[in-house]
């Protein structure tokens, strides 16, 4: 193709040349009265040659550059804006992607046992008594919705009498009321890693404790080989609404043996260690719900799971697409790719989003823990 290109290229200059060479001998022909007409005429029949040789010259270069330009426009743009249109459909992503592909499970949940301790002076409350403390502090979901923020009540247990509350909209605010704090907190902790895990990366040089700061997040994300990439994915937060309405679909809002027994707020499975065995389980099964001391580390484990296990990588993508895209975190649009959550898959997804329509769940996802400096003192 270039070689052809060439070729017409040589015979146009021919041409040219030999039109240009034609003037030049007619120009010294002319009588002299003729002279200044013609020498204007051939200025410009030079000129005009000379512009219209290079435009052919440089074409050939232009319209390559043009090409690989465009190429990579559509590689970068347009990939871009179909990867978003495949979050928002709730398609999975393409995985060409090294990141966020292997995971180290050494490590994984050290820091959550660790957490998992329950105070020896703990009484767990019943439901007038926490209804009670919280009309007291002004604590109602109404406020939250108005003011953004929710009072750091946090409750390590829930009350036994969740079943006996017949009332389904009051069983369902108190369900929420008790967990919104307990979201909030541990989303709040990973908002604060994920600053400073930003602050560190813009930084020419780190500090040796920055440096172990970074090294002990590898192995709460299980992340190999130190890839920052995959941590920076993996190290972020799960919208409010959907924590709520999986807690609430996993626990019948707080009623299931697993929530009462366990403080298994998310139906997590474990194949070893402490855990309680599903009444319908078949004989031969193995796992088990996983059981905790206090609710905090149910909700702690949670959020690890979602941010570690590789059958909620499209989540973690689709998640990191709204970032790249400046968008906001859209329970529903991430509630897509959360079908391997539970056997029943799409119909699993289904249920979740009409829990945070029908319960108006996004409600609570801008809003706040109360500072610090007002905190009232945790009920254990």
Known sequence: ??????????????????????????????????????????????????????????????????????????????????DFEKVLDGEVLEKKSKIDQDLDLKNLYEDVFKSDELPTDTVRLTASTIQQLFKETNYSLENVRETKLVKPIRLSLLPEEMKKIENTKKRKTLFIQIVLPLILEENTKIKIDRIKLFNILN????????????????????VVNNDLSTLKVRMDVVPTSLAIAQAAKETGWGTSRFALEGNALFGQWTWGGEGIKPSGAESD????????????????????NLNTHSSYRNFRMARAELRDEKSKLNSLILANHLDKYAETGK???????????????????????????????SLI
Not at 203 to 222: I, P
Not at 285 to 304: C, D, E, N, P
Request: charge should be positive; proline fraction near 1%; avoid cysteine.
């Open 285 to 304: 099964s193995t796992h088990k719900v996983m059981k905790f001391k206090i609710l905090k580390s149910s909700v702690k484990a949670y959020l690890r």
């Open 203 to 222: 930084k020419n040089n780190n500090t040796k404790k920055e440096k172990a700061w970074l090294k002990s997040k590898f192995k709460q994300y299980g």
């Open 1 to 82: 193709m270039k070689n052809s290109i060439r070729i017409k290229l040589n015979e146009l200059f021919n041409e040219i040349f030999r039109v240009i060479s034609k003037k030049i001998s007619l120009f010294f022909k002319k009588n002299k009265k003729d002279t200044v007409t013609d020498y204007q005429k051939l200025s410009y029949t030079f000129l005009s040659s000379i512009v219209l040789i290079f435009s052919f010259f440089m074409w050939p270069i232009y319209s390559d550059y043009q090409k690989k330009n465009k190429e990579n426009m559509i590689e970068v743009t347009n990939k871009s804006k179909s």
């Open 347 to 377: 119909e699993y997804v289904k249920i979740l989003k009409q829990i945070i329509k029908q319960n108006q769940l996004t409600d609570f996802d801008d809003v706040k823990l109360q500072p610090s400096s007002l905190q009232l003192k």
